[in-house]
């Protein structure tokens, strides 16, 4: 009748700041930011947890310990899924999590420094291939100039032909 009570809970995001500390303090404390937050018999309270929704409850809206567990989830969660170029947020997250991502090996060697390192290698493909594409449009166009400019010489109607696309890539 009433429906579950989680769903009638209110989302209470964070900003900026809170995440900017959240991922930095993180980046400070690996062992924390990997899991080993566990007090001895498995009990669930922590106070470094408690600690650190003090100072994230400062600088924004407050929420619960399980929330900011949940918003550290989803920090690592989107470090690991984002490609280059990486926020300053992702590489603390990655430097607080290479423990847990990757131990006992360097990161281009754990699969998602290798997935990483293939995802840049694919995009400096795209943009060479890119860079390739303009300068071909650029040669024919050039072509295409000398070649409408012949026919102008005989047939002075001819249209001129059309500038270089601008370059948009901006390095």
């Known amino acids: 009748m009433f429906g579950n009570m989680e ?3 209110k989302f209470v995001g964070s900003n900026k700041a809170q995440i900017a500390y959240l991922c930095q303090y993180m980046a400070g404390h690996p062992e ?6 566990r007090t001895p ?4 309270y922590n106070p470094q947890w408690e600690s650190l929704k003090r100072a994230l409850d400062e600088l924004g809206p407050q929420r619960s310990v399980e929330q900011w567990k949940i918003c550290w989830r989803d920090q690592k969660r989107k470090a690991r899924d984002e490609g280059p170029p990486i926020s300053d947020n992702t590489v603390h997250v ?3 999590t ?7 090996c360097g ?4 699969p998602i420094g290798a997935a990483n390192a293939l995802r840049r290698e694919a995009n400096d493909l795209r943009r060479e291939a890119n860079d390739l594409r303009r300068e071909a449009l650029i040669t024919a166009q050039k072509h295409l ?13 001819v249209p001129a032909p059309l ?3 601008p370059n948009r890539r901006q390095t």
């Open 98 to 104: 290479s423990q847990e991502m990757a131990v006992g």
């Open 145 to 157: 100039a000398i070649l409408i400019a012949k026919d102008k010489k005989k047939n002075p109607s």
């Open 7 to 9: 769903n009638n809970k």
């Open 94 to 96: 990655l430097n607080a």
């Open 32 to 37: 924390f930011a990997a899991g080993d937050y």
């Open 41 to 44: 018999l498995g009990a669930s």
């Open 163 to 165: 500038p270089p696309p």
């Open 107 to 110: 990161p281009e060697e754990s």
